[in-house]
């Protein structure tokens, strides 16, 4: 009973020293242009907190969250340049590329504000039940699994490439310039952009605790270790994977609803195979069985990205992909597992217990 108060303690204390970074000291100490990098850098750590439960507790090695990440980028982008072109008037790069006079029927229920924030959270949550319901009924998993959702990445990108007249190619849908009435030109609502993307990754983090820590997570951890038993105890190990699959890539395509009006872009080049890679190698580095690790090790990797591929185009794939196998050979719980291991190595030992000498004969 101690250990579980102790842990809520530490666990508050550091919800409430994650929110006075974010909500205070961040603001103050970054520049308006610093601050819309680490507003995009705690998108991508929403996904980590998706990929934490679902391969962290699970096992389940989700290499296609970015088909979930552009699917929710994608529904808040269509209605952001609906707004943008006004009542009656068709988005820019429909009126660049498309023949159309009207928007295409599958476009306007974006219209709706409503419709469009549902969807960015449902439509990744309803493609990843059906897609779950195929694979886990199969009994699909580990290295087929993987390949499996990585190739359905790679399969949403090249159609959206091919549907230039209404996705807008391989240029994606571009040059937002509003966000539900706000200019993002103005500094001040940039900042209320990146306000929203840290409450938002907050409460993420909250939720996906509440599942690791109830009933629902002890059990994907007994299925991720020994799926059979828990066929045998009455579970079906299919609906159990399919929960955290399905919330992971809820999670995902919030964060991609949320990364649109940070960048004011989403485009098939953010949401192919290797952004999926680049999600799974955050959450991987920072320890995908920890939520802090995970997101900790998702804004790391993303700041790298952004900062040693400026001064390395080249090499900074090689170095990504080398990160990810350092990780997972030499330190598969990633740099979380560190404070675990220092943490043991101080303690002090316990006195060995030596068994008492009985003499002969007693002992006859």
Known sequence: MNLLKGRSARAAAGFAAAAVVLF??????????????????????MVAVGICLAWGRGGLLTLGQGVFFGLGGYAMAMHLKIADAGPGNLPDFMQLYGTATELPWWWQPFANPLFAIAATVLLPMTVAALLGLFIFRRRVKGAYFAILSQALAAAFAIWLIGQQATTGGTNGLT??????????DDPVNQRMVYF??????????????????????????????SEERVRFLGY?????K?????????????AGALFVPAVGIISPALIGIVPSIEFVIGAAVGGRASLAGAV????????AKTTLSEEFPAAWTYFQGLLFIVALAFLPGGLASLAVYVRRRGAPKAPEQKAPVVPVGEAA
Do not use: H
Not at 27 to 44: E, H, I, Q
Not at 236 to 240: L, R, S
Not at 242 to 254: D, E, H, K, W
């Open 24 to 45: 205070a000291v961040a603001p103050l100490m970054l520049s308006d242009f610093r601050l819309g990098l680490l507003a995009k850098y705690l998108c991508t750590a």
């Open 175 to 184: 040059d937002i310039q509003g966000f539900f009435g706000y200019s993002l």
């Open 196 to 225: 929203v993307i840290a409450a938002v990754l907050l409460l993420l983090i909250a939720l996906a605790r509440q599942l690791i820590q109830s009933r629902y997570g002890e059990l994907l951890v007994a299925v991720r270790d």
């Open 236 to 240: 079906d190990p299919a609906n159990v």
């Open 242 to 254: 399919l929960v955290a699959y399905v919330v992971a890539a809820g999670m995902a395509g919030l």
């Open 296 to 303: 900790l090790g998702a804004v790391a990797v993303a700041w």
